[in-house]
């Protein structure tokens, strides 16, 4: 399945046999997409000549013994051409009020994004956060570009320990933006 904009665009049906041919959904050209069975958990999809218009979250789905579909994590491909401007990064700090209910949201505001996939990463002094992001699917605007918001969860005692936070978008290698915050930097 791909998905785009969270919207299934196309499907590719593979059955692990040596003689199944796969079946291509609208809109896949099986010149360009094709995939194989190594055994009947390992399937791969080939995506050859990517093109801007490939960018989606691809998954893979198989049935369990109760006949369940069970879908993997999806993979992001992300297809850009070259030199595409870095997007626009804002970083906001937690406010007062939430800081006197206990409570801090870092906010990463990314705009300008030149296709409707980026990667999202945030620091902490330099070490990678994994724990407490949410970050939202990326929305289509009116200038053709995309935007999409993420939320850091920290403690007020980390935010009040002059950890310098960072939000970083990517949208492969050439695209990337950074901001940086830390509360020593924000009046108070």
Request: net charge neutral.
């Amino acid at each position: 399945y791909e998905v785009v904009h969270s919207r299934v665009l196309y499907v590719i049906t593979r059955y692990h046999n040596c003689h199944a041919i796969p079946t291509y959904g609208a809109g896949f050209s099986s010149s360009r997409f094709t995939s194989r069975a190594q055994t009947n958990t390992d399937y791969q999809l080939i995506v050859s000549s990517v093109e801007v218009g490939d960018s989606a979250v691809y998954y893979c789905n198989t049935w369990d013994n109760s006949a369940k579909v069970v879908f993997g994590q999806g993979t992001k491909l992300i297809v850009t051409a070259t030199n595409l401007p870095a997007p626009s990064v804002t970083l906001l700090r937690s406010s007062a009020e939430e800081l006197d209910k206990g409570k801090a949201t870092l906010v990463c505001l990314a705009n300008k994004l030149s296709v409707g996939l980026a990667d999202v990463s945030w620091a902490a002094n330099g070490s990678p956060v994994s724990g407490g992001i949410l970050t939202s699917p990326a929305s289509p605007q009116t200038d053709g570009t995309f935007s999409l918001s993420s939320l850091l969860s920290v403690t007020p005692a980390e935010w009040s320990s002059d950890r310098l936070f960072s939000c970083t978008v990517s949208q492969g290698a050439s695209s990337t933006a950074t901001q940086q915050i830390k509360k020593s930097d924000c009046a108070q």
